[in-house]
């Protein structure tokens, strides 16, 4: 049986950027500033109740501190991080987590598996995509939720062009708490 569309526009489809990809780029070129830097990883409260999350970064030259909380531990992380970065970049409270994913890998290790959590995150334009892997799934979607925000951000002052536009990438930098490695 055919199915009609009744909407008055035609459905749209979306590039999906891989964010990963451009923010590892980024991150190769000598020079690259990122825009926010995690000075201490995130404290998490979660009694089962209302969960809080606590980060410190450093931006726009200053050491915020800020806590929030959320309805589950993602969404903590998600709100203290926006709310450290909006004195800063003000846009990035237009930034939506649109999905989430989290799978294991190497499922003979049961809950020590390492997980790895991808978001799809939007600014109402365009829509990206950031994976983390961790063995704790928490840090796994605070690496993924800290690289999606700094990704907005980049996008924000220097669109990535896709291919069909004819114009490279955008490139990535390395945070310090991150692990180094490779050529």
Do not use: C
């Amino acid at each position: 049986m055919p199915v009609e569309n009744t909407r008055s526009q035609p459905l749209r489809s979306y590039e999906v950027i891989n964010a990963n990809r451009e923010l590892n780029i980024l991150r190769s070129v000598r020079g690259y500033q990122p825009p926010f830097e995690v000075v201490r990883t995130y404290h998490l409260v979660d009694d089962g109740g209302e969960p809080e999350a606590t980060i410190v970064l450093m931006a726009g030259g200053r050491e915020i501190h800020e806590a929030d909380t959320g309805v589950g531990p993602v969404d903590a992380l998600a709100n203290a991080l926006k709310k450290a970065l909006k004195p800063v970049f003000p846009f990035i409270a237009d930034v939506r987590l649109i999905d989430f994913a989290a799978r294991i890998h190497e499922s003979h290790s049961g809950t020590r598996a390492t997980v790895e959590v991808s978001l799809l995150l939007s600014d109402g334009t365009d829509v990206w995509k950031v994976s983390e892997l961790s063995q704790n799934i928490n840090q796994a979607s605070f690496q993924a939720l800290a690289d999606g925000y700094e990704f907005a951000i980049i996008h924000r002052k220097r669109p990535v062009r896709t291919r069909q536009q004819g114009a490279p990438s955008a490139p990535p930098r390395e945070r310090k708490h991150r692990k180094k490695g490779g050529t």
